[in-house]
């Protein structure tokens, strides 16, 4: 049963354009969401979180957004940058479950030049 | 400072043999967290370390796979009589294991995995 699910494999945006990122999970125990970003060969890296009393969280170019009755969450990067093109994992986590995460498959962000 | 690492960095083993795979987490950070990556998957938490109480084990799919942290500091993920099944990226995370603000510990820090592949 996948708890956290990012439907979209891949995305592929112009540099300067709007990159929309998005999660679904089923857990209502979740209280905690943080997206990370992966190169290849390299572990992945936090990029920014929200806790499940916001709906929204701004870092530079990244805003989180949270949707707690859809049990979704978005990314939003803009502009969208080259070196921003990684593998982007979507996680939640529980203070009841030790704050272990549980991660989505990933999506595929490239962005054009 | 330093960061998590991670060795070796690439483990290939014959089905059957067993393999050590070593976390250094970054200093001070009481929680310590395995995840694998098989290809094309997300990642799938194993186990996770807090301090001295108990592991949560909840993660590691059958009893060939056993962890240990010693002093509170370095891990060390031993998988028994490997199978093809688990060639992965083992990823090791650490974190600082406050329970809010920043740096809290629902955020973990990765270290650059370790490429296991079971020929």
């Known amino acids: 049963d996948q708890q956290v699910k990012q439907n979209s494999p891949s995305l592929s945006v112009q540099e300067g354009r709007i990159s929309i990122l998005n999660c679904d999970y089923t857990?209502?125990?979740?209280?905690?969401f943080l997206w990370y970003k992966k190169y290849p060969a390299e572990g992945p890296t936090f990029l920014i979180s929200i806790s499940s009393i916001k709906d929204k969280n701004e870092d530079g170019r990244f805003t989180v957004f949270l949707n707690k009755s859809a049990k979704h969450l978005s990314l939003h990067i803009v502009p969208s940058q080259p070196g921003d093109s990684a593998v982007y994992f979507c996680a939640a986590s529980a203070r009841e479950y030790g704050n272990k995460l549980v991660f989505g498959a990933g999506t595929i962000l490239r962005v054009k030049s | 400072g330093a960061g998590v690492s991670q060795s070796p960095s690439n483990k290939v083993t014959e089905k059957g043999k067993d393999v050590e795979l070593r976390c250094d987490p970054i200093?001070?950070?009481?929680?310590l967290y395995w995840y694998r990556q098989s290809l094309g998957q997300g990642l799938e938490f194993l186990i996770y370390f807090q301090g001295n109480s108990a592991p949560d084990k909840s993660g590691l799919p059958s009893d060939r796979f056993s962890a240990e942290r010693t002093g509170g500091s370095v891990s060390t993920l031993t998988i028994q009589r490997t199978q093809q099944e688990d060639s992965a990226v083992y990823l090791c995370?650490?974190?600082?294991?406050?329970?809010?603000?920043?740096?809290?510990?629902?955020?973990?820090?990765f270290g650059p995995g370790t490429r296991l592949t079971v020929t």
């Open positions: 200093s001070g950070h009481t929680a």
């Open positions: 857990n209502s125990m979740f209280d905690y």
């Open positions: 995370a650490s974190s600082s294991g406050r329970t809010s603000g920043r740096g809290s510990s629902y955020e973990q820090y």
